[in-house]
């Protein structure tokens, strides 16, 4: 059974930095996507950032982009997200997931087609 544990959230202001990390137990050599949601109050859950194991492609969502790096320490079984220049719509418990079918990623990144979840940790941008 793959479990998932994130850590690494907290309060922040406005401009400041956090780097989250996801403990990966269970963990195999074949899973095809990993990657980190979120949900903000009263928004929709939203995928962040995915890394696709068979090429290491990375994706961000739009709001993101060139702000979080997403990353994975395969010895440490490990995911990453470093975010810089954080912005109160930030604002959220972040998720890291896992996938082993092959679900493509437009599945993945809207509709959370994942296969396990992590219980999330909360991230407050707030001044």
């Known amino acids: 059974q793959v479990q998932l544990v994130e850590s690494g959230g907290g309060l922040v202001q406005p401009g400041g930095s956090l780097r989250l990390s996801c403990a990966i137990s269970g963990f195999t050599s074949d899973y095809k996507v990993i990657g980190w949601f979120r949900q903000g109050p009263g928004k929709e859950r939203e995928g962040v950032s995915c890394?696709?194991?068979?090429?290491?492609?990375?994706y961000y969502t739009t709001s993101v982009r060139g702000r979080f790096t997403i990353s994975i320490d395969n010895a440490k079984n490990t995911l990453y997200l470093q975010m810089n220049s954080l912005k109160p719509e930030d604002t959220a418990v972040y998720y890291c997931?896992?996938?082993?079918?092959?679900?493509?990623?437009?599945?993945?990144?809207?509709?959370?087609?994942?296969?396990?979840w992590g219980q999330g940790t909360q991230v407050t941008v707030s001044s």
């Open positions: 890394i696709v194991s068979a090429d290491g492609s990375i």
């Open positions: 997931a896992i996938e082993f079918q092959g679900r493509p990623i437009d599945a993945l990144m809207t509709r959370g087609e994942y296969d396990y």
